[in-house]
């Protein structure tokens, strides 16, 4: 998503997850992507290919966001790793760039942005950071 915004694309496909859906509606719900949809064949229960994506795989539709023609999203950076895993307690959960980013984390509660875990009272495994 990053680098599509870079290049000023309007939208991004990506194969369909639980776990890319939530992030992609936690992000949603911050004001860092403008729609969510899911697209597919299996989705439908029909049969067919879908842009970008193997025979009957669902795919993603992801607007990106723009402020001023630059992109919302303009870095990331990946906290835990399949060799690492970071996890953050309440209290560890700190504001990313004074406000301007976001910390997404993966809680009991589901996939919530620093600011809502605070407000849960729950901590979590650390995905990823992004301003």
């Not at 860092?32 to 970008?52: H, R």
């Not at 895993?85 to 919530?112: A, E, M, Q």
């Amino acid at each position: 998503m990053k680098n599509a915004g870079l290049a000023g694309r309007p939208s991004v496909s990506l194969p369909y997850s639980k776990l890319k859906n939530a992030i992609l509606e936690c992000l949603k719900k911050e004001g860092y992507v403008k729609k969510v949809s899911t697209k597919g064949a299996a989705l439908a229960g029909g049969q067919g290919f879908t842009s970008g994506g193997k025979k009957g795989q669902p795919m993603l539709e992801v607007e990106l966001v723009y402020v001023d023609k630059r992109p919302k999203i303009t870095e990331a950076e990946r906290i835990s790793k399949q060799s690492r895993r970071v996890y953050f307690g309440v209290k560890d959960i700190h504001k990313v760039r004074n406000g301007t980013g976001l910390l997404v984390l993966s809680t009991p509660k589901g996939i919530l942005s620093g600011r809502d875990a605070r407000k849960e009272q729950v901590g979590g495994e650390a995905l990823f950071r992004l301003w």
